[in-house]
């Protein structure tokens, strides 16, 4: 399966995430929100690129207690809960930010 | 998830390589749904596992992925017991100091960290495993 960007082809799985980590771009992210319906603001960046930075450090997606708190740490207690990070992506904070940050499943999350 | 579940004391017992087998990384991949469930999770490291926790490992020559610095993820899931066999690299010539340091950040201490390697002895491991509810071997 593929998903066509300006003219640009990104190779994804049946669920809708990157093949590729490295095919990522932030055009591809904002594609994926505006087909869910709901565009990217700032909040949501900065989730989105915590996401990738925690990937390149330790090579996987954060299962969403662990999110929830690293996101408390960096960006502050007020953004460090499930009810703004359900808020910024309702269908799961784990799973569609990282959809749109371009990373695999979250391990643990079932 | 519930909040009031049972907690039972799981210990993963790691002997392999990291590479060659699967054993090391599926044992990774268990051990971190297993901490999202908020069970009591703790890791030996013991034979020729001791080697899962060398720093500067390279795989770009056999093609696989370097999953290493996955374990220092393991203080964000609250893992903040892990348990190395002394007698196991004592074997194989190496030392503490020639494995990852691994830390958890404590919270209540303005995210102090601090250490989550224990270096036991093989009578001092046996032990520990015995007070286990849990002991999955990979």
């Not at chain 1, 998903?3 to 990522?24: I, Q, R």
């Amino acid at each position: 399966m593929s998903l066509e960007v300006n003219g640009k082809s990104y190779e994804v799985d049946e669920e809708g995430y990157l093949a590729d980590l490295n095919t990522w771009d932030s055009d591809v992210a904002e594609a994926m929100a505006n087909a869910d319906g709901a565009p990217l603001d700032e909040n949501h960046w900065e989730v989105i690129n915590f996401l990738r930075e925690y990937y390149e450090e330790y090579q996987i997606a954060p299962a969403v207690r662990v999110l929830t708190k690293q996101i408390g740490k960096k960006l502050g207690k007020e953004k460090g809960n499930s009810k703004y990070l359900y808020e910024l992506f309702p269908y799961g904070p784990a799973k569609q930010a990282c959809k749109y940050a371009g990373l695999p499943k979250p391990t643990g999350c079932v | 998830m519930s909040e009031e579940g049972i907690v039972k004391k799981f210990m993963y017992v790691n002997r392999k390589c990291p590479y060659g087998t699967i054993y090391a990384l599926e044992s990774l991949e268990v051990v971190l749904i297993t901490a999202a469930f908020d069970q009591d999770v703790s890791l030996a490291f013991t034979d020729d596992g001791v080697y899962q926790l060398m720093k500067d490992q390279k795989t770009d020559g056999i093609g696989m992925k370097n999953f290493s610095s996955t374990y220092a993820a393991l203080g964000d899931y609250e893992i903040k017991k892990i348990f190395i066999d002394k007698e196991s690299l004592d074997e194989r010539g190496l030392s503490i100091s020639d494995l990852q340091e691994l830390v958890w950040e404590d919270e209540d201490e303005d995210y102090a960290e601090k250490s989550s390697i224990n270096l036991v002895s093989r009578a001092e491991l046996s032990k520990i495993m015995s007070q286990q509810d849990v002991v999955m071997s990979f």
